[in-house]
Every structure is written in structure tokens, then in C-alpha cells.
């Protein structure tokens, strides 16, 4: 067996080189960010090998067996559908979407069902990205000095609370808009050879779909060629403290 690609003094040395003057607490913030990245890198890791075994013909059975929890815990963490149902007939589960692209999407229907939209839209989707704060697009977001509040504003819309109970299945359906904005997500993924869905390719699935709501971040300064260069900026960070692992 190879050896480990990080090992624990790797990951202190890097997170000491991110602010090499500063003290204990600048360390301790920039650690809690890298833990949060590898956190990300983890369950896009493990989702690979999941999709590995499944095409193979592993029941979910023997798959939760090999995890050591149960099937229905690992179809609940793995098979991700909207609404219970795909985005349309020739789509697949979303079990490459990372946890906090699934947060976002769940919170989107949150944000709709509270607002009292009778669909989930893609303005939604935009402004639940910030609802993950230490995801790569919440980061591209704040980086080019766009609070929340300036987001919901744009948006029109009211962040709820992120502890706020997700509407039924089969309320608040996804829009046209929505899916469109999920299936450039998507196309982002596979455009930059990443093997995962994150918030990064959510962000730029709206923005790539030449809508109102690509408009509306653009009046915010976030055009398309900002957050591409921002997302591949964040995402070389993640494979530089991953000591050059998978994005």
C-alpha cells in the first residue's frame, strides 16, 4: 500500500504557511477552513467509489456493509433526487453531489417553501449558496465583497433560518429555470475534469445559463469570467493543501 497522501504534519506545516507572522488563533481559523475542505474532498472520495461499486453491481446492501452502517444509510446519503424524483427521465441520482451541494439544493426548497413560492427557482438556488458560508462558492461570493445581504436583495429574497424544517416531498418542485441551472452544474463538473458536484459547479450552472439571473450577478460584479477565475483560484488552493489530491 502506498503511503498516506497527508500526513498530519503536511496538513500543519501548510495551515502554519497560510499566515506564516500570524499567532495561534490566525492558525486555528485557516485550520477549521482546510478541515472544512478536506471534509468537502472526503465525501466527494468516497461518493466516487460508491458510484465505482454500484456500476459493478453491488447491491446497497453490501455497499452500507462496507461503510459499516446500514443501507438505508448510506442510499440516504448517497442517492440524492429532487423532489424523489430526477431532474427529468435521462438524468441520474445525484450521488456525486457533495454534501454541502446537497444542503444548498435542500435549502433552496426550503427558502421557496418559506417565501411562499410555489416552485423552486434558480434565484432560490443563488442565494441558498451562502447558506453554506465556508463552501467555495459562499467563498467567490464574499471574496468579490458581496455580503448576504446584498445577495437577498439582488434576489428579493429573505434568508430563513438554516435550521428552518425542509418542505415535504413533492412541494415546492423545481422550476425549469432550477433544472437548467443543475444540468450546467452538471456540464461545469465534467468541463473541469471533476469527478464531484459542488457548490462551485451549482454557482457556475446559474451563471453560464445567460438568464435574469446571471444578470442579477453581474450587477453585483460577479460576471462569469470573475467567477470562473475565482472557482479554479479556490479550487487550486484545495489541491494545493491536499498535497495535489482531487478536487
Not at 459542488?198 to 453585483?220: P, Q, Y
Request: proline share 4%; aromatic share 6%; glycine share 10%.
Amino acid at each position: 500500500m502506498t503511503e498516506f497522501p497527508i500526513p498530519l504534519d503536511n496538513l500543519i506545516a501548510y495551515v502554519r504557511s497560510m499566515h506564516s507572522s500570524g499567532g495561534p488563533l490566525d492558525n486555528l481559523t485557516d485550520a477549521v477552513r482546510v478541515a472544512a475542505s478536506i471534509e468537502e474532498q472526503s465525501d466527494a472520495l468516497i461518493g466516487y467509489f460508491v458510484d465505482q461499486a454500484r456500476h459493478a453491481g453491488a447491491p446497497w446492501s453490501e455497499i452500507g456493509a462496507s461503510m459499516g452502517v446500514s443501507k438505508q444509510a448510506v442510499q440516504k446519503r448517497f442517492v440524492v433526487r429532487i423532489d424523489a424524483d430526477d431532474i427529468d427521465a435521462d438524468s441520474a441520482p445525484f450521488s456525486r453531489f457533495t454534501m454541502r451541494a446537497r444542503h444548498v439544493v435542500r435549502f433552496a426548497r426550503v427558502i421557496a417553501s418559506t417565501s411562499g413560492s410555489t416552485g423552486t427557482s434558480a434565484e432560490h438556488l443563488a442565494v441558498a449558496l451562502v447558506s453554506e458560508p465556508e463552501a467555495v462558492a459562499a467563498r467567490v461570493i464574499h471574496g468579490a465583497s458581496v455580503t448576504d445581504s446584498q445577495l437577498c436583495e439582488t434576489f428579493g429574497i429573505e434568508l430563513p433560518p438554516t435550521d428552518t424544517v425542509a418542505p415535504a416531498e413533492g412541494e415546492v418542485p423545481f422550476t425549469d429555470g432550477s433544472k437548467t441551472a443543475l444540468r450546467e452544474a452538471l456540464k461545469a463538473a465534467l468541463r473541469l475534469g471533476h469527478n464531484y458536484i459542488g457548490t462551485e459547479h451549482i454557482l457556475l450552472g446559474l451563471v453560464r445559463d445567460a438568464g435574469d439571473v446571471s444578470t442579477k450577478f453581474e450587477g453585483l460584479g460577479l460576471t462569469v469570467g470573475l467567477i470562473e477565475s475565482a472557482v479554479t483560484a479556490e479550487v487550486d488552493k484545495l489541491k494545493e493543501g491536499l498535497g495535489g489530491g482531487p478536487a
